[in-house]
């Protein structure tokens, strides 16, 4: 029998995830038609912004078997967290972590929280992956203050 705690799991809100989900449902399959019957440019675009609208439903962070899975809408990255060095909450409220080897990222998909979302702030969200952190053997580096910024050479965007 297997003795896991809960994982721990951060993604958009979910009035985020229902609108632009919404708008991916009802254009994606508008663009493709658009591209299959002759209309290629708009029906491109159109197909595209469906496309977008819809990775909002698979963006994710998770934490469970000491392992860090993060699904952003196009890439998957996957760290163990006995690998992490630092966390962290930028100036402009997005976790971010640091592995040992390898390029620090963004974790974009965790939103400030309203009355009908997940009970987590992005603040609360980054203690807790802290501790499972140290849980599982990652020697952290100490935040000299709460809210601080990345190491040099964090991706901005596209980084998870």
């Known amino acids: ?16 995830r229902a609108l632009m989900g919404g708008i991916g449902v009802l254009l994606a399959p508008l663009g493709l038609a658009g591209v299959v019957w002759g209309v290629h440019l708009s029906g491109l675009l159109v197909l ?15 934490v469970a078997d000491g392992t860090l899975v993060v699904q952003g809408r196009i890439s998957r990255r996957s760290v163990e967290l006995s690998r992490l060095t630092r966390v962290g909450i930028s100036l402009d409220r997005y976790a971010w972590v640091a592995p040992r080897d390898g390029q620090p990222f963004y974790l974009r998909m ?7 979302s997940l009970p987590e702030s992005p603040e609360e969200f980054v203690e807790r992956l802290r501790a499972a952190a140290e849980q599982s053997g990652a020697r ?16 901005r965007f596209f980084s998870a």
Do not use: Q
């Not at 595209?48 to 998770?62: C, N, P, Q």
């Not at 952290?140 to 991706?155: N, V």
């Open 110 to 116: 965790i939103d400030e929280p309203t009355h009908l």
């Open 48 to 62: 595209v912004i469906g496309l977008h609208g819809l990775s909002e439903l698979w963006r994710r962070v998770r």
């Open 140 to 155: 952290l580096e100490a935040e000299t203050e709460w809210r601080s910024e990345p190491p040099p050479g964090t991706a």
């Open 1 to 16: 029998m297997s003795t896991t705690a809960t994982p721990l799991i951060g993604k958009p809100r979910w009035t985020r």
